[in-house]
């Protein structure tokens, strides 16, 4: 039901799971490029330790850890079993022996952070129990230094596999973490917010297990008081509250709850409007991606969906994000990719959610994105987002083209980076498939054969098979034009590509070709060869012999 509507009322054309397998492709590729996004994951290399040096733990809020996992027999036997380089294997060994007679533990505890600094050594010290001895020995402690080296090694380990953060979450350490986040120390507070971050961001699982400790509520706390009054003491931690909520909104499988967005949601708009004086463009950056993130989901079986409606409905975000865009210098890629996906989020959505986008302004932020200044990531976003609306109904496809975008669009696929040109394919398709009347003449002029023809010489097979698609549509819809259309295919030797295509080793592009070929451009029978065709008498064949020809003697 979901995917019939789907295709109803959007993207038609395309099912639910090429769609998912597009938006997929472009995660894992926007993952791969470190200086757009802030990792969900982040590793402690330096702490400088300027919260107390002593002082008691308070007993309120210390939840003790539930050790699921105990440390296995003879530990210090398997550490020295361990494939590691002497000096990493005396250290691991050195550590078990101090934390499990309770001697030496600060020296030990540095040495553990020391080895999970990197992530070479962080399955060995949970293979051995050393993690379950940092744990067991760091709940019983009061000592201020030890719990920030405990809460800086969580951290570490946090930020590698997901199996590995898995580990800390099942020695019980989220509610230790939760705890000591009232700690008097802003060093330890820091911490343990930057592990509890590392955590939220391994799985949706985790997501909504941090988001239903209490931490949101602390994050609350701290942002309120510190962007009212310019708290400079804690700035640390005040900075890691953007990220620690980017990663409260991630994952799109599920996607966080409406309840839970609606509460994270004032906590962005606050940094956005009023925080630009005290965070940098580091903190701001991870805002616009936490807006993405939420606005990443699928339809639900209404064909909704509801983070995307309360974007526009409740919120009213899109005028903050499209001036975000207009202030933002058109190189700085940390900014503009977050702001312009989510857009193309919400244009991903029903027409009513894309009239909105349109509503707000965005047509008139899109030729500075679309031009040779801008990054081609940015320009790849830009073009997807009009993509999007060019999958929407006549009536929004009409405002693309009059605002002159498509022709932006037909020059992109003359000229442009790879990452750009794909992506423009996919526009070119859109717009050729909408059906509308008026829509292939236009295209038509607009050089849209021309741009066909180049779509089919590339050797990805996804540009190739959107060039096809479109020239099947552009001859379906050409009308009156038929004749002039298809003489151009033949001019511009698009007749052999064809026949080329016919022969692809992938079926869609090879059954698309054929189509093509068979429909507008099947040759008529050669009565030369219908003559050789044999005619059936009773039971026997009879040949006929070909017409001879009168040969011309010179």
Not at 193 to 219: E, F, K
Not at 426 to 439: I, K, L, S, T, Y
């Amino acid at each position: 039901m979901a995917e019939s509507r789907l295709k109803d009322f959007k993207n038609k054309g395309r099912d639910a799971s090429s769609l998912r397998r597009r938006r997929q492709e472009q995660s894992v590729e926007l993952r791969k490029t470190k200086r757009l996004e802030a990792m969900s994951k982040r590793r402690h290399v330096d702490l400088t330790e300027d919260g107390p040096n002593g002082g008691e733990m308070p007993s309120e809020g210390m939840a003790v850890a539930t050790r699921q996992n105990s440390a296995p027999p003879n530990t210090v036997d398997i550490a020295s079993q361990l494939d590691l380089p002497v000096e990493k294997l005396e250290a691991i060994t050195e550590c078990l022996t101090c934390l499990q007679a309770r001697e030496e533990v600060l020296p030990a505890m540095e040495r553990v952070r020391r080895l999970v600094s990197t992530s070479d050594f962080i399955d060995a010290i949970i293979k051995c129990g050393l993690l379950t001895e940092v744990v067991s020995v760091s709940v019983q402690s009061d000592d201020n230094k030890v719990l920030a080296e405990f809460s800086w090694i969580l951290t570490n380990v946090t930020s590698g596999t997901v199996e590995q953060t898995e580990e800390v979450v099942n020695l019980g350490c989220v509610p230790v973490l939760v705890g000591l986040l009232s700690h008097p120390s802003p060093t330890v507070q820091h911490q343990s917010l930057w592990a509890l971050g590392n955590i939220a961001g391994n799985s949706a699982v985790h997501r909504d297990m941090i988001a239903t400790s209490g931490v949101i509520q602390y994050l609350g706390q701290r942002l309120s008081e510190n962007l009212s009054r310019g708290d400079h003491v804690t700035r640390k931690i005040v900075f890691l509250a953007p990220w620690v909520i980017s990663n409260l909104c991630r994952f799109n499988n599920p996607s966080p709850a409406v309840e839970l967005a609606s509460v994270l949601m004032p906590m962005l708009l606050e940094i956005l409007n009023n925080g630009r004086g005290i965070f940098s463009s580091t903190e701001l950056r991870d805002c616009c991606w936490g807006l993405s993130y939420l606005t990443d989901g699928f339809p639900n079986e209404q064909g909704i969906d509801p983070l995307k409606e309360i974007m526009i409905t409740q919120f009213n975000v899109v005028p903050l994000v499209i001036a975000i865009v207009q202030n933002a210098q058109p190189t700085n890629v940390t900014i503009l990719v977050p702001c312009v996906r989510f857009l193309g989020n919400l244009c991903s959505g029903s027409d009513r959610q894309t009239l909105a986008v349109i509503g707000a302004g965005v047509l008139a932020i899109m030729p500075s994105l679309l031009s040779n200044e801008v990054d081609r990531l940015i320009a790849k976003e830009a073009v997807w987002l009009i993509s999007n609306c060019l999958s929407s109904t006549g009536p929004i496809v009409k405002l693309i083209a009059e605002s002159g975008l498509v022709t932006q669009i037909m020059n992109l696929m003359r000229e442009s980076p790879f990452i750009v040109l794909k992506e423009c394919s996919w526009a070119v398709r859109n717009f050729a498939m909408v059906g509308c009347p008026d829509v292939i003449p236009y295209f038509v002029e607009l050089g849209g054969v021309d741009i066909i023809r180049r779509m089919l010489d590339y050797e990805d097979t996804q540009i190739v098979l959107n060039g096809l698609e479109s020239l099947m549509a552009t001859l379906r819809g050409a009308g009156s034009l038929l004749d002039k259309v298809t003489m151009m295919v033949e001019e511009a030797g698009m007749l052999d590509s064809l026949e080329l295509l016919q022969c692809s080793s992938n079926s869609s592009v090879a059954d698309e070709a054929f189509s093509i070929t068979d429909e507008f451009f099947a040759s008529e029978e050669n009565p030369k060869l219908e003559a050789l065709v044999p005619t059936a008498s009773g039971s026997q064949f009879q040949f006929s012999a070909p017409p001879t020809s009168t040969a011309v003697v010179l």
